[in-house]
């Protein structure tokens, strides 16, 4: 019974990329590519090795994947991606170019959104404020 619980366990991945290919996304809604090989096995954004999903799938992809091969580089994915929120990622993304870069940020800029709200900046001073008392 062991071992049939461990086959399971490394097809899962397999199983939720074939799952996360099958997803119909709604044109608005603000997609990451997950490598299915992820970088630290030399994996790149070719379109045979790419799923597009949403944050919470990308963070799923990588738990799953820890789950199937126990790699670190996944696990560290995985923590690193639980610490985030989905603004919080996006906003990183704009400015680190890997996501939306320009495109992302010209477009805040315009609506006015996240860094060039004036009520975000308000609420984030807000929240570093009271994380200090």
Same mark, same amino acid.
């Given at each position: 019974?062991?071992? @049939?619980?461990?086959? *399971? ?18 044109? @608005? ?14 994996? &790149?954004?070719?379109?045979?090795? =790419? ?27 995985? &923590?690193?991606?639980?610490? @985030? ?12 170019? *890997? ?10 800029? =315009? ?6 709200? =004036?009520?975000? *900046? ?6 570093? =404020?009271?994380?200090?008392?």
């Amino acid at each position: 019974m062991e071992n @049939q619980f461990q086959n *399971q366990e490394f097809y899962i991945y397999d199983q939720y990329i074939a799952y996360l290919r099958s997803i119909k996304h709604d044109p @608005q809604e603000k997609l990451e590519k997950h490598r299915i090989i992820p970088r630290h096995q030399n994996g &790149t954004y070719t379109e045979s090795n =790419v799923v597009l999903c949403s944050f919470k799938h990308h963070t799923l992809a990588h738990f799953y994947r820890y789950l199937s091969f126990k790699q670190k580089g996944d696990l560290i994915a995985y &923590t690193f991606m639980c610490c @985030q929120t989905e603004e919080g990622r996006l906003l990183m993304a704009c400015y680190a170019g *890997q996501i939306g870069g320009k495109m992302t940020n010209k477009k805040n800029k =315009v609506n006015k959104a996240f860094f060039y709200s =004036v009520e975000w *900046q308000k609420n984030l001073v807000t929240k570093m =404020v009271e994380s200090e008392i």
